[in-house]
């Protein structure tokens, strides 16, 4: 259970203590998540009114107020630079002026209640994830793809396209309200898991920092879970990821009623690849329940605030900014982006199945036409209860497009994300619509680095062979 020292019988002086080698073993734990990084952990703290902020401008409040695109640079900053105080007050104003509202409160909730009733519904094979270093082996129904699929359906189903309960546009026309909400019930959320996981863990792979502040961000639990449902799972793919696949088309809807139905092809060419970059996602699932966001990253602020606000908030800003102030570009371009954004995907999964078919065959199999180059690596997995250590082995992949780099998918989803990006054509509307892919590339970077921190310290010197086959972690002879 939870590894605060149990010197004193104060509860506060309980979580205010640690044996840190204690907390260490068998954990998962990583030292350094976010809140380690400077930057990211500045973004951290501003990220729940910045998700607010950029509600707000791409709202039809704001278009009304200001119908030319608010270029950062041309406008914006010039007439800060002015008043700052004004400018500070104005941008204070904006962001607090997106509330919930009960309609939206009623559509994310009926939106979670799809999704959790076809979680519990839908057939599949059972999976497994990695084992943890105390030794356990989550388990998971494999049926994501007919979640994505059947939910898409009773999406439009529902929608004015169908039975008419609503109007497709609704995640545009009720996004400010929404990711209020989902602000408020992100932080009562994350508030709970911080002490479940430290009183009612579901694994052993769970203990508290020492502090509240690092449990509430990093997390107290790896695999929470509330009757039998993974809340980290559930979280991260059933809500988040799905309320991204359908956003683009809703937006891309409003966008078109909106602007005398005329197509904006940089809209819609984003939204198509988005949606099949997130079909591709959950096909692919699988491999993301063994990625670093679920094998090492513990439910935390970080992670689960971050599927629950900062993914609809931020992922889907670039289109979103576009049902206000369309790309403009012509179908030529809009489709050469789509191709390039579609080339992105294709090779991120390719390079995902490379591995995934590598361990699966235990290294018995071919990869790019020759025999794979790879390191056998030692580990050790520790019973917590027993306190026995068991010596387990995996494959170190060095050949195909890990051997290139140790993270060169990353290269090809940000060659994805970038295109996104261009497509709402930021030479006609500002720098504003880059940031997700901007965000994307530092956390991506920041990502390889504390993957390269839990691999060394679960395989130690085999971990420092592999990096000798291969040296660069995202881009050769970049970085």
Same mark, same amino acid.
């Given at each position: 259970?939870?590894?605060?020292?149990?010197?004193?019988?104060?509860?506060?002086?309980?979580?205010?203590?640690?044996?840190?080698?204690?907390?260490?073993?068998?954990?998962?734990?990583?030292?350094?998540?976010?809140?380690?990084?400077?930057?990211?952990?500045?973004?951290?703290?501003?990220?729940?009114?910045?998700?607010?902020?950029?509600?707000? +401008?791409?709202? /039809?409040? *704001?278009?009304?107020?200001?119908?030319?695109?608010? &270029?950062?640079?041309?406008? $914006? @900053? !010039?007439?800060?630079?002015?008043?700052?105080?004004?400018?500070?007050?104005?941008?204070?104003?904006?962001?607090?002026?997106?509330?919930?509202? +009960?309609?939206? /409160?009623? *559509?994310?909730?009926?939106?979670?209640?799809?999704? &959790?009733?076809?979680?519990? $519904? @839908? !057939?599949?094979?059972?999976?497994?994830?990695?084992?943890?270093?105390?030794?356990?082996?989550?388990?998971?129904?494999?049926?994501?793809?007919?979640?994505?699929?059947?939910?898409?359906?009773?999406?439009?189903?529902?929608?004015?396209?169908?039975?008419?309960?609503?109007?497709?546009?609704?995640?545009?026309?009720?996004?400010?309200?929404?990711?209020?909400?989902?602000?408020?019930?992100?932080?009562?959320?994350?508030?709970?898991?911080?002490?479940?996981?430290?009183?009612?863990?579901?694994?052993?792979?769970?203990?508290?920092?020492?502090?509240?502040?690092?449990?509430?961000?990093?997390?107290?639990?790896?695999?929470?879970?509330?009757?039998?449902?993974?809340?980290?799972?559930?979280?991260?793919?059933?809500?988040?990821?799905?309320?991204?696949?359908?956003?683009?088309?809703?937006?891309?809807?409003?966008?078109?009623?909106?602007?005398?139905?005329?197509?904006?092809?940089?809209?819609?060419?984003?939204?198509?690849?988005?949606?099949?970059?997130?079909?591709?996602?959950?096909?692919?699932?699988?491999?993301?329940?063994?990625?670093?966001?679920?094998?090492?990253?513990?439910?935390?602020?970080?992670?689960?605030?971050?599927?629950?606000?900062?993914?609809?908030?931020?992922?889907?800003?670039?289109?979103?900014?576009?049902?206000?102030?369309?790309?403009?570009?012509?179908?030529?371009?809009?489709?050469?982006?789509?191709?390039?954004?579609?080339?992105?995907?294709?090779?991120?999964?390719?390079?995902?199945?490379?591995?995934?078919?590598?361990?699966?065959?235990?290294?018995?199999?071919?990869?790019?036409?020759?025999?794979?180059?790879?390191?056998?690596?030692?580990?050790?997995?520790?019973?917590?209860?027993?306190?026995?250590?068991?010596?387990?082995?995996?494959?170190?992949?060095?050949?195909?497009?890990?051997?290139?780099?140790?993270?060169?998918?990353?290269?090809?989803?940000?060659?994805?994300?970038?295109?996104?990006?261009?497509?709402?054509?930021?030479?006609?509307?500002?720098?504003?619509?880059?940031?997700?892919?901007?965000?994307?590339?530092?956390?991506?970077?920041?990502?390889?680095?504390?993957?390269?921190?839990?691999?060394?310290?679960?395989?130690?010197?085999?971990?420092?062979?592999?990096?000798?086959?291969?040296?660069?972690?995202?881009?050769?002879?970049?970085?």
């Amino acid at each position: 259970m939870a590894t605060a020292s149990k010197t004193n019988n104060n509860d506060d002086d309980k979580y205010n203590k640690t044996d840190k080698s204690e907390y260490d073993k068998g954990t998962n734990y990583v030292a350094g998540g976010i809140e380690a990084d400077p930057y990211l952990f500045a973004l951290l703290i501003a990220s729940p009114f910045l998700s607010l902020l950029l509600a707000h +401008l791409t709202s /039809a409040e *704001f278009a009304a107020w200001h119908p030319e695109p608010p &270029l950062f640079f041309g406008k $914006l @900053l !010039p007439l800060c630079l002015q008043d700052v105080g004004g400018c500070v007050s104005g941008v204070y104003q904006a962001g607090a002026s997106v509330v919930p509202t +009960l309609e939206a /409160a009623k *559509f994310v909730l009926s939106f979670m209640g799809v999704g &959790l009733v076809l979680e519990r $519904l @839908l !057939p599949g094979k059972i999976e497994t994830g990695p084992e943890t270093l105390t030794g356990h082996v989550p388990k998971y129904v494999d049926n994501a793809v007919a979640h994505c699929f059947t939910f898409s359906a009773l999406f439009v189903a529902g929608s004015n396209f169908g039975l008419d309960f609503y109007d497709f546009g609704i995640i545009y026309d009720l996004f400010p309200g929404s990711v209020a909400f989902l602000n408020l019930f992100g932080l009562v959320f994350c508030i709970f898991l911080t002490f479940k996981g430290r009183y009612f863990p579901s694994t052993q792979d769970c203990g508290s920092s020492g502090s509240f502040l690092k449990d509430f961000l990093w997390g107290t639990e790896l695999y929470p879970r509330v009757g039998g449902l993974d809340l980290k799972r559930f979280v991260n793919c059933r809500v988040s990821m799905t309320f991204w696949q359908l956003a683009g088309l809703s937006y891309c809807y409003r966008s078109y009623t909106l602007h005398n139905n005329t197509m904006d092809y940089g809209l819609f060419f984003a939204a198509l690849s988005q949606y099949l970059y997130l079909v591709k996602f959950f096909y692919w699932e699988m491999g993301y329940m063994r990625s670093i966001d679920i094998i090492v990253d513990r439910a935390g602020f970080e992670i689960q605030w971050g599927c629950l606000v900062w993914v609809p908030s931020v992922y889907t800003f670039h289109s979103r900014y576009l049902v206000q102030y369309p790309s403009g570009l012509s179908f030529p371009v809009a489709a050469l982006l789509f191709v390039t954004s579609i080339l992105g995907v294709v090779f991120n999964y390719l390079a995902d199945r490379e591995r995934d078919v590598f361990r699966a065959t235990n290294g018995k199999c071919k990869v790019w036409g020759k025999d794979p180059t790879y390191i056998k690596a030692e580990y050790t997995v520790l019973d917590r209860k027993t306190g026995k250590k068991t010596q387990k082995t995996s494959l170190l992949l060095a050949s195909g497009f890990w051997g290139v780099a140790r993270h060169f998918q990353y290269f090809f989803e940000l060659t994805a994300a970038w295109s996104w990006c261009f497509l709402s054509n930021p030479m006609q509307n500002g720098i504003l619509p880059l940031f997700y892919a901007s965000f994307l590339t530092y956390l991506l970077v920041d990502r390889a680095n504390r993957d390269s921190e839990k691999c060394k310290l679960k395989y130690g010197k085999y971990y420092d062979e592999y990096c000798q086959l291969v040296p660069y972690k995202i881009l050769p002879g970049v970085y």
